[in-house]
């Protein structure tokens, strides 16, 4: 069963910086087409933050656009989410999956981590 875990949530003013990891089992960040950050804003629906493919292709949406960076390393079988600029409106629950890019779409896989709480707050 693939496994994610996410870390590295937490409470930052506006203007700040954090960064994600998440882990992933059996080598799944290796072996997995692509893997995706999600992020969930209480009310809202889970929206696709950016992801990364297996050869280090990487989209972002329009809002992180500049401000966050998506990385992968196999070594360590981590993703990362390395954000900047943090504003109040990225305050959600952001979660890592492993999924599929086909060219042009990335479609979410079945598997996801338990979530790490980013609250963007002064």
């Known amino acids: 069963q693939v496994q994610l875990v996410e870390s590295g949530g937490g409470l930052v003013q506006p203007g700040g910086s954090l960064r994600l990891s998440c882990v992933g089992s059996s080598a799944i960040i290796v072996s997995a087409n692509s893997m995706g950050w999600y992020r969930q804003a209480p009310g809202k629906q889970r929206e696709l933050v950016a992801f990364i493919s297996k050869f280090a292709y990487t989209n972002y949406a329009a809002s992180v656009k500049g401000r966050f960076t998506i990385s992968r390393d196999n070594v360590k079988n981590t993703v990362y989410l390395q954000m900047n600029s943090l504003k109040p409106e990225d305050t959600a629950v952001y979660y890592c999956?492993?999924?599929?890019?086909?060219?042009?779409?990335?479609?979410?896989?079945?598997?996801w981590g338990q979530g790490t709480q980013v609250t963007i707050s002064s």
């Open positions: 999956n492993a999924g599929n890019f086909d060219g042009l779409n990335y479609a979410a896989g079945l598997n």
